[in-house]
Every structure is written in structure tokens, then in C-alpha cells.
């Protein structure tokens, strides 16, 4: 043995190993200097040089009860292994561990052929629906093939009418001058700011960060007039106090809104627009719609963009409908959306 300063391992302990993966997955010799594995940047090269397919899961508040669930599937086309890993973030810093059992830890088996649907393991029919899909996954070679049904008798495609309840019955009934707009509702906006999670490892690092929210702020239109209020992160629980607000002013929105008739079918959800919310506002208060007082009762979009959302209270009723305005119209800017839209 050579006389050096450098700290030696076993050659069976975990560094040791942890080196020669390294070697293998990089292609050279482990450098001190090395931060950590950057899944932005490192992953396509890792599941190419291992052949490997790698599922990560999380916790969190998926569905109505906070529980773990897949939320990336990095996959390689060559390869049917499995690398299961739980992502561990505590807004600081970020870590993973490898999953063993991925049915013990979320209470889900997955299909072995797609490994994208999944089948609660309390249901006693399991095994049944398990073997349905998979013979289907089988002929499809685990893609997902949509298939468009067509109805038995052609109908007309008419969706200002088939979309819209009250104007159906107007329609119907020879009234449709009596159609009018939805008049009053409440406009919100959020205000976050950035924490970085991971920065200045190097050139080639993504820098990952993510926004709090710290101030949240609505104003409200009804017959009676115009008023605002807004709340702060030196409040706590403070969006989930201005939800509180919010669902008390839908109440006066809502008879606002009626008709005179009351025999006119009517949609009573209460109007709440952001401006540019579908990505970031709706992502920011998304955890605080679902609680024991209210509850999601629709998703319109995809998991990053949220085009409405609607919201019941579970003792009221009330129904709030959160929609970003500029889904509506082109791209401008918010000073030109109100001046070309709103009148102001």
C-alpha cells in the first residue's frame, strides 16, 4: 500500500460501491468535487447506461386524503427493469430512497405492462379487473389507445345550446332575448415569492426552485356596488380565511345573478377570475380547495394547467367556479383586458 493521506475504504462498503456505480454511470472516476445527482440534467443519461425504467413517487394530497402516488415515469424503450425510488422534499433539500414493495407503500398494484394504471388493493375484485385490462394492455403493447364512439343517431352539434341549461330553455320556449350575461362576480390575484431549493452546483445545473405565496387579494362585484379585501401571509391559514370570505360574498352573488323567472334552468356557480391564473395562482391555492369544509367537484385541464375548477361547500352549497380570464380571449396584458373588456 501505497503511502498517501487519502482516506481509504473497504472495498465492500457502501462509498466503495457508491464509487464504482459512479464510474460505471459516468464513465470516470469518482471526483470529490461532486455535488449530487441532478435528475434534470443526469437522468436520460442514468436509465440509458443502466437500462432501467425509473418510477418515482411521492406524498402528498392527490386525491381527498393525503397518501403516496407516482408522479414520474422516466422510461427506456429497450428495458422492462423497474427502479422505484420515493422523491424526500422539505423545501430545502431534496433526497431519494429506494422503494422495495411499490403496493405496500401506496396501497396500488400496477399493471405490469403499461405500469401507468392502477388498481386499489382493497378492491375485492382485483384480480378480475386486473386480468380485463391487461389483456387489453397486452394487444396494445402497453400504450393507451383512445377510440372515438360514435352515437347511434347523428345529432346536430350545437354546443351554445347542449353547454348552456338557461339558454336551452329559452331557446325552447321562443325567450332567447331574455338571455342575459353572468353580471356579477369576484376577481382574485396571488402574489408568491421564489425559494430556491438547489443552485450553484455548476454549469451544467438546473436550478430548481418554488413559489409561496404571500398575499392574496379579491374584489367584488354585486348589485350593491364594488369592494375589496385582501389577506396576508402574517395571517395564519391566510387563504384559507380568504376562502372563507370568498364563499360569504358568493352568496349574494349568486341571488344577484338569478333571473327574475325562477322556472328558468340556471347554473348557479359563482364566477371567481384570475388574470394568467390557470398556471400559477390555481397551482398556489390547489391544496387549500380540497378540505373539510369544501371540496373539488371539477377539473377542467391538465395537472399543470387548470382551465376550471369548481369548488362546492359541503354545508352551503355554494359552488365556485375558478376560470382564468385570458382563456377567453387572445393574449394581452392585464391594463388592456380591463380597458377592452372590462370598460375600465
Request: hydrophobic share 35%; proline share 2%; aromatic share 14%.
Amino acid at each position: 500500500m501505497s503511502n498517501s493521506k487519502e482516506k481509504r475504504w473497504k472495498d465492500c462498503s457502501r462509498i466503495a460501491e457508491r464509487k464504482r456505480i459512479f464510474k460505471r454511470i459516468y464513465r470516470q472516476e469518482f471526483d470529490d468535487l461532486y455535488q449530487s445527482f441532478n435528475f434534470a440534467t443526469d437522468i436520460e443519461q442514468f436509465i440509458e447506461n443502466e437500462q432501467i425504467n425509473v418510477h418515482v413517487f411521492t406524498y402528498g394530497d392527490k386525491d381527498q386524503s393525503p397518501s403516496y402516488y407516482a408522479i414520474h415515469h422516466y422510461k427506456c424503450d429497450t428495458s422492462d427493469r423497474d427502479f422505484n425510488v420515493r422523491l424526500l422534499n422539505n423545501g430545502v433539500n431534496a433526497h431519494i430512497l429506494y422503494v422495495s414493495g411499490v403496493q405496500a407503500l401506496t396501497g396500488y398494484r400496477y399493471c405490469y405492462i403499461c405500469k401507468l394504471q392502477a388498481f386499489k388493493t382493497s378492491n375485492p375484485n382485483i384480480n378480475r379487473d386486473m386480468k380485463r385490462y391487461m389483456e387489453k394492455c397486452k394487444k396494445n403493447n402497453g400504450k393507451i389507445v383512445k377510440k372515438v364512439i360514435l352515437e347511434k343517431f347523428a345529432r346536430l352539434f350545437v354546443p351554445h345550446l347542449l353547454n348552456n341549461i338557461t339558454y336551452r330553455y329559452l331557446f325552447v320556449n321562443d325567450r332567447e332575448s331574455e338571455f342575459k350575461p353572468t353580471e356579477y362576480y369576484i376577481t382574485y390575484d396571488i402574489e408568491a415569492f421564489e425559494k430556491y431549493i438547489q443552485q450553484n452546483y455548476g454549469e451544467d445545473s438546473t436550478v430548481i426552485s418554488y413559489l409561496i405565496p404571500y398575499c392574496v387579494a379579491s374584489t367584488v362585484k354585486n348589485k350593491s356596488g364594488i369592494h375589496s379585501f385582501c389577506y396576508d401571509i402574517r395571517q395564519a391559514d391566510f387563504l384559507d380565511q380568504w376562502l372563507d370570505q370568498v364563499f360569504e360574498e358568493a352568496k349574494q352573488i349568486k341571488k344577484d345573478n338569478k333571473y327574475e323567472d325562477e322556472s328558468i334552468s340556471q347554473h348557479f356557480e359563482v364566477p371567481v377570475i384570475g388574470f394568467n391564473s390557470a398556471k400559477f395562482d390555481v397551482s398556489l391555492v390547489f391544496k387549500n380547495l380540497k378540505s373539510k369544509n369544501w371540496r373539488i367537484t371539477k377539473h377542467v385541464g391538465s395537472g399543470t394547467v387548470a382551465k376550471q375548477i369548481i369548488v362546492r361547500h359541503k354545508d352551503t352549497h355554494i359552488q365556485l367556479r375558478f376560470v382564468d380570464a385570458l382563456i377567453y380571449c387572445t393574449k394581452m396584458t392585464l391594463k388592456k383586458l380591463v380597458r377592452d373588456i372590462g370598460g375600465g
